[in-house]
């Protein structure tokens, strides 16, 4: 009975040290009030921007702005106001998961941007508007699709929707744990005399189980919820990713303590786990962590590593598979000078004292900590290579919208304006069927890449559509910029644009597009490599992932 009570009172114990968070029941006025002070603050805003307005109107008549260019601008400027006051409301609303949401679709703005300055110039909702006109209809509707839309992308913050499915890989990871740990704290309860270094590591796996659950907002029960409710807050970690790489962090961390509390045997298998993912990853020091694995099982039971961890030892291509001597009698193997063949598990003595069984799992621990970071660094490494590609992709977009808004501005035909268009859709339609061909062509990704391959189609159709339009014109100056570097320099001018998109006199104008639209890849695709073999290091490094070894005839 003392026995039985005290493994209740050990469970117990270490469920309540759990933070359990409280749920939050949603406040059924907090709508009515948000809406009327709302209501409020627009209308406030409102008369503000009237009065401003009318200052401006009175300075402006006695500086002697022309008309036109002040009403257009006094237009755009106050559209923009009363657009950025609805975008506070809705953060005010919505709080910190529409303004992480507003960050991580800002790359797309500037494609929004171009579309409405186009529509407005090649398709005026009122003749005889000014080109400052087009350009404040434009950038009106792009501002309000950005915040109107945002509104129900908001969920691209929130823990269990911005990365679904890795969420559930971190609940269902969070849940292993915490079995694991409840039933080494019952074991550890029933011990008369627990080791030190099995009391320590479960108490840091109970704080480390402790922070994933905050993060992960989980109930008591460890159990998700089937729909999100609409007061969940979000957060921008969540958006940008970064979040889910610290959860697996802390799982890690609460992972490697556990091999600390568990018996030998279960240690024994979370060291072949390791052997396993070892076999076949790039880490360089794959080699020397076996040979730790192996030494530390060696301590516990000889024989499994003799049945178990020799047959599993990571080999080079070039080497031919060699057969442990305790089961051929003695007998030995060639394999090539320049690779270390381990040496025969019966001449091996053991490598640490009978007793030292913390030592042992201290270097069981210490190689799944070495695994765990190598990961969670590639994980990392693929969150900062998205990252890049949508600030590259921001300011490239912004580029591009300024030099629209001057084409714009100078009153480019339409005729041209449009042609080009056409020329950038060509080009980014071509990229974006190349880029297609290259994720087939490096076959089913098992690995999550964090939104990466989202931004690479978004940047894909940026440059690939800017290629094609630059493409078109350089192909049709080349010759007159030929001639300027020559002698007959002085008589040679560069075609005007209203002959270099004209689809009657460049007959090869899509063509062109088209063929300058697969030159991006040639400059972006080191970096695809090098975020393919981040994914690929990721893959190399599961159990499940590894090719089955071949035996000295060839066979598998």
């Known amino acids: 009975m003392t026995s039985q009570a005290a493994a209740e009172t050990g469970r117990t114990g270490t469920l309540a040290r759990l933070p359990m968070p409280k749920l939050r029941m949603p406040n059924l006025r907090m709508p009515s009030r948000r809406a009327f002070a709302g209501s409020t603050i627009l209308g406030v805003g409102a008369l503000a921007v009237a009065i401003v307005a009318g200052v401006f109107d009175g300075a402006a008549g006695g500086l002697g702005v022309p008309v036109e260019m002040w009403h257009a601008l006094r237009q755009g400027l106050g559209g923009v106001v009363i657009l950025v006051a609805l975008g506070g ?78 969420y559930g890989e971190l609940v269902v990871r969070y849940n292993q744990l915490r079995s694991r740990c409840e039933a080494c704290s019952d074991v550890l309860t029933r011990s008369t005399a627990p080791p030190v270094a099995a009391v320590v590591g479960r108490e840091e796996s109970i704080r480390q189980l402790a922070i994933v659950q905050r993060m992960l907002e989980l109930p008591e029960d460890g159990l998700p919820k089937a729909i999100v409710p609409d007061d969940t807050p979000g957060a921008l970690a969540w958006a940008t990713g970064v979040g889910y790489v610290s959860v697996w962090e802390a799982l890690n961390r609460a992972d490697e303590a556990l091999i600390d509390v568990e018996s030998p045997p279960a240690a024994i298998g979370e060291a072949l786990h390791d052997m396993l993912r070892l076999s ?88 799944r900590h070495a695994i765990s970071q190598y990961r969670d ?25 300024v030099l629209l808004g001057l084409v714009i501005l100078e009153q480019v035909a339409q005729p041209v304006l449009a ?138």
């Open 89 to 166: 409301l809705f953060a005010w609303g919505f709080g910190e998961a529409y303004l992480a949401a507003l960050w991580v679709t800002a790359p797309r703005v500037p494609g929004f941007v171009a579309v409405g300055w186009l529509l407005a110039y090649l398709a005026p909702p009122a003749a005889g508007l000014p080109p400052t006109a087009s350009l404040a209809v434009g950038l009106w509707f792009a501002l309000l699709i950005w915040i109107a839309t945002t509104v129900p992308f908001r969920r691209l913050a929130l823990v269990a929707t911005a990365q679904a499915q890795t």
């Open 280 to 367: 076949g990853s790039t880490i360089k020091s794959a080699d020397h962590l076996q040979d730790a694995l192996r030494a530390a099982v060696r301590h516990f039971d000889p024989e499994a590593d003799r049945l178990y961890f020799y047959p599993q030892r990571r080999r080079r291509d070039d080497q031919a598979p060699a057969t442990d001597p305790s089961v051929t009698g003695g007998g030995s193997t060639t394999t090539p000078s320049s690779e270390r063949t381990p040496a025969p598990t019966g001449t091996l003595p053991r490598t640490t004292p009978p007793d030292s069984d913390a030592v042992a799992k201290s270097v069981i621990r210490e190689v």
């Open 377 to 401: 660094g590639r994980r990392a490494a693929i969150l900062r290579a998205r990252g890049r590609l949508l600030r590259t992709i921001l300011v490239t977009g912004i580029a591009a919208d």
């Open 419 to 556: 042609t080009a268009a056409a020329f950038f859709l060509v080009g980014g339609v071509v990229g974006l069927f190349n880029r297609l061909r290259l994720e087939a062509d490096s076959g089913v990704s098992t690995t999550q890449d964090y939104g990466l391959f989202d931004a690479r189609l978004l940047h894909t159709l940026l440059i690939s559509g800017l290629a094609g339009v630059g493409g078109v014109y350089l192909l049709s100056a080349a010759p007159g910029a030929g001639a300027v570097l020559g002698s007959q320099a002085p008589t040679v001018s560069l075609p005007p644009l209203s002959e270099v998109f004209n689809p009657a006199t460049n007959r090869l104008g899509l063509l062109v597009a088209a063929v300058f639209g697969l030159t991006p890849d040639l400059i972006i695709g080191k970096l695809r490599q090098q975020t393919d073999a981040l994914k690929q290091d990721l893959s190399s490094s599961e159990a499940a992932s590894q090719a089955p070894r071949k035996g000295s005839d060839g066979s598998t």
